[in-house]
Each structure stands twice: as C-alpha cells, then as structure tokens.
C-alpha cells in the first residue's frame, strides 16, 4: 500500500493591518499613554505600543510556530510611512521576515487578502488579523495542515479566559462542520436565534485561517454584501463551491486577545507584560 505524505508545514503568513480601527478611534475614556492614545486616535491597532508594538507579538508567536515570512497587508502612502518605517529600523535579526502588500481601499477582508496575491509564495499560508494574538497551539496546529483549514474557538472559553464579553463573542462569525471535520458553513455576526448561537458549545471563528493560492480566485469573484463590503466568509464559501476547498476545523479551547477597541489596551497590555516578544 503506498502511503501518502503529509503536507509540507506552512511557513509564510498574511496578516490583515489595513483595516481603519474604526472602534478604536473611538474616545471611552479608557487610560491611554500619550504614544498608545496617538496609535489609536489613527486606528493604528497593529502598532499599538505596549513593551514592543503589538505586531511583534503577533510575529513572536508566528515564529514560534515555524512561520520564517510574513505579508503585512496595509493601507497606500502617507498611512503606511510609520509601519514601513518602524520595519525596516529592526528588521536585523528578526525570526520572520516582513514584506508589504497594499490594499488602496478599505473594501473588506476578501479584498485585503486579495491584495496579498502578488507578494506570497505560491504556496499555502497562514491568514490571520493584526489585532489578535492568538495562542500558539492554535498556530502551531494550523502550520501543520499544510492546506485548507481554520481554526475554531470555543466560545465560552473566549469569554471565561480573553476577557471578551459574552455578546461580543455572539458578533463573532459561528462555525457550522460536517461530520468528518471540515467545513461546512459561516455564519458572521448571526442574532441570537440563530440555531448555532444556541448550541450548548458554539465555535467562533476568529479569523485565523490556512489558505491555499486558490483563494485570490475566490475572492476576485467576490461581490459587495449587504454592508457593501467584500467579505472573505463569501470568498471561502466561493472557494468550496467552484474550487473543491475542504477547509479542515481544528476546534481549539483557549484565550485569543482581541485589540479592537481603547477599552482593550489594558487588559491586553497586562497579559502581553509577561511575554518577552522574538519576532
């Protein structure tokens, strides 16, 4: 019987930082430092200063995963000077190399990994947001697929060890799988009647993904949803109908920090004070 060999691991990743941080421009009060209230009053999640800036975190974990490349997707000229900037300054000795793709608009997820198609290796990688850290199982899980895949979050863990509120999480898109593990549908912000919203365990997709090239097909046949917006949940279900994607659910219970808004920046900066990042 002739065996079939497993997927080589995934080592470059895509990570989604052009997004405007609308809700993190958004003033609450929350205690900031003058360097932490001038990243947020431009939405500047990704480079949110705490000990290093929150990307080098991210990056640190992504290199523990075996990650050696990443693709920063960003916005055009003025808004990337300080992050292209801040690169190029302390690229000597990094794990993970950082290149630079460029979304023109802000046009949606689908549109952001799109813009990545010309800068990523043909090859699988791993797709992910700049304002979460993820833990390192999940990463580390993910990179061995070697293909199609995501990761599914238990929800009441996110709320019992992220410190992420219960309604919160519910806005968060749900995660339907068939009986052999993969895939089946998405489901973003569904009401509370939703039939997966009221599964005694729901599985939270917070947008850590394994792609293969096949998905910058998917989302150039994307079109405008509802919110006018070109979402990669209709790019992955693009990519199982027309391309055969099976898109492997590795469930996982843990805590994902999510830097969305000024009212994250403490909590995230006490957790982070006990990482010593090597992106």
């Known amino acids: 019987m002739t065996s079939v060999a497993p997927a080589p691991r995934t080592t470059q990743a895509v990570i989604l930082a052009r997004g405007l941080g609308t809700r993190m421009r958004q003033a609450t009060g929350a205690a900031l430092d003058g360097n932490q209230a001038t990243a947020a009053a431009r939405g500047a999640k990704g480079m949110m200063p705490f000990a290093r800036p929150f990307l080098d975190y991210v990056l640190s974990v992504l290199g523990d995963a075996g990650v050696t490349e990443a693709v920063l997707v960003i916005g055009p000229p003025p808004d990337d000077a300080a992050i292209r900037e801040y690169f190029e300054s302390t690229k000597a000795g990094r794990r993970v190399s950082v290149r630079f793709a460029v979304q023109a608009e802000p046009r949606g997820t689908a549109d952001a990994v ?22 390192l199982d999940a990463c580390d899980s993910l990179a061995a697929i070697g293909g199609p895949g995501l990761v599914a979050f238990d929800a009441d863990t996110l709320v019992r060890e992220s410190g992420i509120e219960e309604e919160r999480v519910l806005r968060y898109a749900l995660i339907d799988s068939d009986a052999d593990g993969f895939l089946s549908a998405i489901h973003e912000k569904p009401d509370s009647s939703h039939p997966l919203a009221r599964e005694r365990q729901r599985w939270v997709s917070m947008n850590l993904w394994s792609f293969t090239p096949k998905i910058f097909d998917a989302c150039a046949r994307v079109t405008p949803s509802a919110r006018g ?24 219970s843990g805590a994902v920090l999510d830097l969305s808004s000024r009212a994250d920046v ?9 990482i010593t990042p090597r992106p």
Not at 266 to 271: E, N, P, S
């Open 114 to 135: 799109h813009a990545a198609r010309d800068v990523v290796r043909p090859a699988p990688f791993l797709m992910l947001n700049s304002d979460n850290y993820y833990p």
């Open 229 to 252: 917006e070109l979402e990669l949940a209709d790019a992955v279900a693009i990519a199982i109908r027309d391309f055969g994607e099976r898109f492997r659910v590795l469930p996982m």
């Open 266 to 274: 403490a909590l995230v900066g006490d957790r982070l004070a006990k």
